[in-house]
């Protein structure tokens, strides 16, 4: 059974980076039949796509986020990663993490989400 | 850019009513759609793609139909476990995927 865990700190200061971190587990994230996303929803809000990357290092991004994001990703660790440099209380939010399907297949696998909070 | 709306944004049902939430696209999309369930603190959960293919282990009281431009997600007899938010996701651009506002179910 494939699983998702998504890790890195649930507070950040203003101005600073936030890092996530999304280790798949169960299934190699080397396949280039999928993408991995992150997703993020702000409290009492909507989702929110932020990016995908394939295992090949492939990224795409929502271009309402693009100048302030990266993704990455760490074969040899079964992970991929997401930063958001110059954080704003506006970036508080759960991040998800997820497998994305091919074509219209949608996203079948989800980590259980972090909270970040963004604030001094 | 393609947008979704989705309708209504809110619906109070009873067990047992049949529910439908309607997608709608600002183009056609062909059936490049999948439809979510999200109950409170929990990560989204895929139950249609393709517009209207059931996911596996999804009961079947949960049906999707349209194509092109318009998209229902119907639920045939809402059950306890069914009163949550639902959203539509456009995936014709994937992997840029983009979802809708959402629509919530709760209780009457």
Redesign the interface.
């Known amino acids: 059974q494939l699983q998702l865990q998504e890790s890195g700190p649930g507070l950040v200061k203003p101005s600073e980076t936030l890092s996530l971190i999304c280790t798949v587990s169960g299934g190699s994230i080397s396949s280039s039949s999928y993408?991995w996303?992150w997703?993020r929803q702000p409290p009492g809000k909507?989702?929110?796509?932020i990016g995908?990357i394939?295992y090949s290092g492939n990224t795409?991004y929502?271009?309402s986020l693009s100048s302030r994001v990266t993704m990455s990703v760490d074969t040899s660790k079964n992970q991929f990663s997401l930063k958001v440099p110059s954080v704003t209380a506006a970036d508080t939010a759960i991040y998800?993490c997820?497998r994305?399907?091919?074509?219209?297949?949608?996203?079948?696998y989800?980590?259980?989400?972090a909270l970040v909070t963004v604030s001094s | 850019d393609i947008q979704l709306t989705q309708s209504p944004s809110f619906l109070s049902a009873s067990v047992g009513d049949r529910v439908t939430i309607t997608c709608r696209a600002s183009q056609g999309i062909a059936s490049y759609l999948a439809w979510y369930q999200q109950k409170p603190g929990k990560a989204p959960k895929l139950l249609i793609y393709s517009a209207s293919t059931l996911q596996s282990g999804v009961p079947s009281r949960f049906r999707g139909s349209g194509s092109g431009a318009e998209f229902t997600l119907t639920i045939s007899s809402l059950q306890p476990d069914d009163f949550a938010t639902y959203y539509c996701q456009l995936l014709n651009s994937h992997p840029r995927i983009t979802f809708g506002p959402g629509t919530k179910v709760d209780i009457k």
């Open positions: 993408y996303g997703i909507g989702l929110e796509w995908s394939s795409y929502n271009p998800y997820a994305l399907r091919g074509g219209a297949a949608g996203s079948d989800w980590g259980q989400g």
